[in-house]
């Protein structure tokens, strides 16, 4: 049971945001509470045993870290690292009949030499070059400004001070600049999936919703890249909780909140273990929850658009492309059916109503890099995970029959890997102590009942561009720091907020700095 009645800020969930700013407000001196849901904390960034009997942690719904500041471990002293994958990407094609791939990543020569045996030039690598060195300047740039007060339009667009970037990737939809940039199907695919992650979108969307998810997927620390947490996401979770609780926070665990009351000074949060006053409230939830708690109109629905896999395999599968070792090809992003032909294709089918034919997908090997995450009897037998995430799977597919759709669509997406596979993947499948095969999935109708994420939505709402936009906000303008709600003593804390999105703290980190500027 929480020990008082009244705190300086209750804080309503235990996700990671909700523990970042927990940290930061603890460490500062406040007296704080945080009321979680679920029997742990930690949200969608957790780590689970998912398969009876079978001693592998998986990172169960987040899996890779990119926009979690270093500013928020070295602030908060959390004990958590990540690590670099070697290989950035592998894709499979086939050309002139033959089974090959785009194996990026072990250098500039390797991924030069790649682009230019599958296209037969050096054009696409030089085009490859000169995009992601735009990104990365553009990463340069912007990353920082997420952990500081929220910039006008204007001002970020000073700080970019590139206005052909500029004009490319917040005013002309994404699809302009691949087609303009890139020859090759394949290659336009790959660079465009980085626009479509839980986004259920066009190249061409005119509300540039491609865009911004493109954006958040290349800033990440500065350079863009998507590291593996050691441990499993839960570790990252773990070392907030712990941090937090350091600091002298409360967290209390099995307590749903039920109803917030505010007259802007002042708060009472109402829950399953009694009703808390509080100076500030911090909602770690999305914005249809922060609605319902206080009684207000929701917000427009938001959409999930994605299938998660998790899977733990005997060994990996020998794949078609003899050139490439799979202990490679598995350790980046491994895209399926990810060609631009084929992204839009899948779109267009989804939009009618069906399930794509070819549905996309991309996979990655967490244990090829972090084997910790396996027992040590798993790891000497050469067990390897798989985490599949697959694209273009929107919530409305799946609101007539949940279970039947989410298994016709594994099935559709695994054979559309084993395509691709010397082998069929179960073949490769272990078997849990019960002698099920290790593989279960969600659709995003399951993860707005296991996280409440709003209709599956991986990031609560639509993406913002990480910039104050005054005029669109009208009467729910974000604040100086991007989490303002309608009430001033009520602050949104989770990835639904200003910058939100992703495993990063910076909203946690964000409402913090707002409640300690204001004293």
Not at 89 to 98: E, L, Q
Not at 148 to 155: M, S
Not at 486 to 509: M, T
Request: hydrophobic share 40%; proline share 6%.
């Amino acid at each position: 049971m929480p020990e008082r009645t009244s705190y300086d800020a209750v804080i309503v969930g235990g996700g990671h945001n909700g523990l970042v700013a927990a940290a930061y407000l603890a460490r500062a001196g406040r007296s704080v509470l945080v009321l979680e849901r679920l029997d742990h904390t930690g949200g969608a960034a957790v780590s689970t045993r998912a398969f009876a009997g079978v001693d592998a942690r998986l990172s169960r719904y987040s899996y890779l870290v990119s926009l979690l500041p270093p500013k928020i471990v070295r602030d908060l002293g959390l004990r958590f690292a990540v690590r670099k994958r070697t290989v950035s990407s592998y894709t499979p094609a086939v050309r002139n009949g033959r089974p090959t791939g785009l194996l990026v990543g072990g250098g500039e020569a390797r991924t030069r030499t790649a682009l230019a045996e599958l296209t037969g030039s050096d054009r696409e690598f030089t085009a490859w070059k000169r995009f992601y060195g735009t990104t990365q300047r553009l990463a340069e740039r912007v990353f920082p400004t997420l952990t500081e007060p929220l910039p006008t339009r204007a001002a970020l667009r000073a700080t970019i001070d590139d206005d052909a970037t500029w004009r490319a990737l917040f005013e002309r939809p994404l699809g302009e600049l691949v087609e303009e940039t890139f020859s090759d199907d394949l290659i336009r695919g790959v660079v465009l999936t980085d626009a479509l992650i839980g986004t259920f979108a066009t190249a061409h969307d005119p509300s540039l919703r491609q865009n911004r998810c493109f954006l958040y997927h290349v800033i990440g620390g500065g350079t863009g890249d998507w590291d593996v947490p050691i441990g499993g996401m839960g570790a990252l979770t773990d070392a907030l909780a712990d941090a937090a609780r350091r600091a002298g926070a409360e967290i209390v665990t099995d307590c749903p909140v039920t109803a917030i009351a505010t007259d802007g000074r002042a708060a009472e949060v109402t829950s399953a273990r009694g009703t808390f006053g509080a100076r500030r409230v911090l909602v770690n939830a999305a914005p249809r929850e922060l609605a319902r708690l206080l009684g207000e109109d929701p917000p427009p629905p938001a959409e999930g658009a994605q299938l998660k896999v998790n899977m733990l395999l005997t060994r990996l599968p020998r794949l078609r492309d003899t050139g490439v070792d799979p202990r490679e090809a598995f350790s980046g992003t491994f895209h399926i059916a990810e060609g631009y032909g084929q992204l839009e294709a899948a779109y267009q089918q989804a939009a009618s109503g069906e399930l794509p034919a070819a549905p996309p997908s991309e996979i990655y090997c967490h244990s090829l890099t972090d084997p910790s995450i396996l027992g040590g009897d798993l790891v000497r037998q050469g067990y390897q995970t798989l985490t599949l995430f697959g694209l273009h799977a929107p919530a409305r597919l799946f609101a007539a029959d949940n279970d039947t759709t989410r298994e016709r669509l594994l099935t559709a997406t695994l054979a559309e890997l084993d395509t691709h596979l010397a082998e069929p993947l179960a073949d490769c499948l272990a078997r849990d102590a019960d002698g099920r095969p290790c593989i279960e999935a969600r659709s995003p109708l399951d993860l707005d009942r296991e996280l409440g994420l709003p209709g599956g939505n991986i990031f609560h709402r639509d993406l913002a561009f990480p910039y104050a936009d005054e005029e669109a906000a009208g009467a729910t303008a974000p604040g100086r720091w991007g989490v303002a709600t309608g009430h001033a003593n009520v602050l949104l804390c989770g990835a639904g907020a200003v910058r939100g999105g992703g495993v990063s703290g910076i909203p946690g980190h964000n409402a913090a700095m707002a409640v300690l500027e204001e004293g």
